[in-house]
């Protein structure tokens, strides 16, 4: 019975703690609009539909870098989401290829400087974005 209680007592904990810490689904989800609304503009100016601004380069940089130390850990088994099953079952390569991401922009952050560099390097980052959705995103 005392087990029982204690039991309890640290169930209900744990609802408290994930209520606070908010649905990993959204929490991610949220992080994944962040790099979508940082990386329009950038993909303009790789088009040539927008002026190079080497500041608005280095903010999607620093925000691939930022979230994708936090995103890795938003994919607690069963919060589905828009994920494929891949993820838990590959979870392996999954979690490499945000790792991947992660050591690209920062090499990228360092190499860009100007324009050129901008285009010599910028595109190989974010080809790991379409990539993952391909095996790890359900497609819509
Ligand atoms: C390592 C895997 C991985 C990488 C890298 C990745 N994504 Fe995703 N992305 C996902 C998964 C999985 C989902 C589905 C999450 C969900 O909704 O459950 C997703 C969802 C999204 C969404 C939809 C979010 C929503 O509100 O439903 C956007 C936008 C997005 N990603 C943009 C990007 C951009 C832009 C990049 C690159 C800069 C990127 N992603 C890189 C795996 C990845």
Redesign the pocket.
């Known amino acids: 019975m005392r087990r029982l209680v204690i039991a309890t007592a640290f169930a209900a904990l744990a609802v408290t703690g994930a209520l606070a810490q908010g649905d990993p ?1 959204d929490q ?3 992080l ?2 962040e ?2 609304r ?2 329009r503009p950038v993909g303009d100016m790789l088009k040539g539909d927008a002026a190079f601004d080497l500041a608005k380069v280095q903010a ?1 940089l620093d925000l ?1 870098v930022k979230n ?1 130390k936090v ?2 850990g938003l ?1 607690p088994p069963g ?6 099953p891949a ?1 838990w079952s590959r979870n392996d390569e ?2 490499a ?2 790792a ?2 992660e050591q690209d922009a920062t090499a990228a952050r360092a190499a860009i400087t100007d324009e050129a560099s901008f285009k010599a390097n910028f595109p190989g ?2 080809r ?6 391909e095996t ?3 497609k819509k």
């Open positions: 689904v991610r989800e949220a994944f609009k790099w979508g940082a990386t999607a691939y994708a995103l890795p994919f919060a589905t989401g828009n994920a494929q993820v999954f979690k290829l945000f991947k991401f980052v974010v790991t974005c379409g990539t993952c959705h790890f995103r359900v």
